[in-house]
């Protein structure tokens, strides 16, 4: 599970904070609008495990960013 937080959009990028399951710290992401890929992104200290939350993070926010009303939040749940 991954929390993403402060979701904003541009023409080129969509990013938000990241947080990963367990914790109360948080990280940042951003992803490229034109090619879906990561731009760069950053997770609390002891989280640098956690790349698996990273790829549901990037994907979850590009298909968001497809969307005419993009949420200010979103809770990613997997298994």
């Known amino acids: 599970m991954v929390r993403l937080k402060n979701l904003k959009k541009n023409s080129a990028t969509v990013e938000c904070d ?13 992803v490229n609008l034109v090619s879906g890929e990561l731009e760069g992104y950053s997770l609390p200290e002891g989280y ?32």
Do not use: F
């Not at 990241?18 to 951003?30: A, L």
């Open 18 to 30: 990241i947080i990963p399951e367990d914790s109360e710290q948080r990280g940042h992401i951003v």
């Open 48 to 79: 640098e495990w956690c790349k698996n939350h990273v790829h549901h993070a990037q994907t979850t926010l590009y298909e968001l960013a497809k969307e005419k009303d993009m949420p200010d939040e979103k809770l990613v749940m997997w298994y």
